[in-house]
């Protein structure tokens, strides 16, 4: 059984890795962002818990906006990671909302006792890097090396936050209704 971590810091941003808690996560292409919004997010940083929802504010606006190669555009690409994501559903946490946005993901799932986040991270990350760089061998690194969690604390954040994956495609301008994005938990297949 793998050792979950609790509150611990792999860089900038700090972790939560209890197991058995169900988490939030989002992570990004490696060339998602460019470098002067990555200047301008990292000065808020250091604005206390007002300029860290500031920063992650402006930070879910501008992936939003298309930056970077955006290669979970292309079908094949998406596919990857969304195969990877329910792969992993049932082993390493239960799957429960999910989307694959143009250059980042977000998903929400609840941890197994003795699967680790970090370790489900790792796993995803490093197949889907493997996978899409076959596709695409001159963007490097294929996604930045941290990612953001956040865990669930009510059932109205639980709510909340099924709510913005699924809409996060309608509020980027890619789709109308969540319904209608092939790369998200709230697809339904047209008859």
């Known amino acids: 059984m793998e050792e979950n971590k609790g509150w611990h810091n792999r860089g900038y941003l700090p972790h939560y890795d209890a197991g058995d808690v169900t988490q939030f ?8 962002l460019p470098q002067e919004v990555l200047i301008e997010l990292e000065h808020l940083r250091h604005e206390g818990t ?21 290669i979970l555009r292309e079908p094949e690409c ?3 990671v969304q195969n990877a994501l329910k792969f992993l559903d049932g082993t390493r946490y ?8 143009p250059n980042h993901v977000h998903f929400l799932a609840r941890f197994n006792q003795g ?9 995803l990350k490093s197949f889907t890097s493997n996978e899409l760089g076959k596709l695409h061998p001159d ?3 294929i ?10 604390r009510s059932e109205e954040h639980f709510s909340h936050v099924i709510r913005y994956i699924h809409e996060n495609p309608v509020k980027a ?8 994005f092939r790369w998200s938990s709230a697809f339904v297949e047209a008859d």
């Open 143 to 152: 996604w930045q090396e941290e990612s953001f969690d956040r865990f669930i």
């Open 139 to 141: 963007v490097r690194p």
């Open 25 to 32: 996560i989002t992570f990004r292409l490696g060339d998602s």
């Open 94 to 101: 239960e799957l429960i909302a999910r989307v694959v946005m």
């Open 115 to 123: 699967q680790p986040l970090w370790k489900a991270m790792h796993s």
């Open 50 to 70: 007002e300029g860290m929802i500031e920063r992650q504010n402006r930070l879910e606006y501008y992936l939003d906006q298309g930056s970077g190669s955006c």
């Open 78 to 80: 998406a596919t990857i």
């Open 173 to 180: 301008g890619i789709c109308k209704s969540p319904d209608k």
